[in-house]
């Protein structure tokens, strides 16, 4: 019963195989997350896409490492953006006086800046003062529901259906014309 339950107590015998694949380290894809409340009163979450293992410091020296976005909303609301070099939101960092809806900024993970308003440019032109204000507008209530990610696939792959048959019938229509002059 215990080779059943626990099979590394008892290490490998000569007559075993040793050819067999080692235990293949799993791939993890959802978000790490973390928060709670400072002393002071002050709110902290933390929430950062899989990646590989590696020092923020050597990642932020990195030429390959994307763009920071910080606010400083009200003189107290710290919030800190990473988007990566493919545009991609890969880590947001929130420390202040009031609590963040965590579940809303955990959708955000992951998504390209240009769903997220075309936050980068309108960061770099000076619009966005304050991040998580800039998530509780209107625009953004989409994005949090759960199916988001789906919705924007299928949008995605019509579009890129649409295309195929507009090019399509653009050649027909070139062929045709040729044929009759």
């Known amino acids: 019963l215990m080779d059943a339950l626990d099979p590394l107590s008892h290490p490998r015998g000569e007559n075993e195989d040793e050819d067999e694949d080692p235990p293949t380290i799993p791939i993890f894809t959802r978000p790490k ?3 709670g409340v400072l002393p002071g009163g002050y ?3 933390h929430a950062a896409s899989p990646s590989p293992l590696q020092l923020f410091s050597q990642h932020k020296e990195d030429p390959h490492h994307g763009r920071e976005i910080v606010t400083t909303a009200k003189g107290t609301n710290y919030t800190r953006l990473h988007v990566d070099i493919h545009d991609r939101i890969e880590s947001i960092t929130f420390c202040g006086n009031e609590p963040v809806a965590a579940p809303n900024l955990l959708c955000l993970l992951g998504l390209s800046q240009t769903y997220l308003n075309q936050l980068v440019r309108r960061y770099e032109q000076g619009i966005i003062d304050d991040l998580i204000g800039f998530f509780h507008e209107p625009w953004a209530r989409a994005l949090y529901h759960d199916r988001f990610v789906d919705f924007a696939a299928a949008v995605r792959e019509e579009v890129r259906r649409c295309a195929d048959v ?5 050649e027909l229509m070139d062929t045709e014309q040729s044929v009759r002059f």
């Open 166 to 170: 507009s090019h399509k019938l653009n």
């Open 43 to 45: 709110h902290y979450f």
């Open 33 to 35: 997350a973390r928060g």
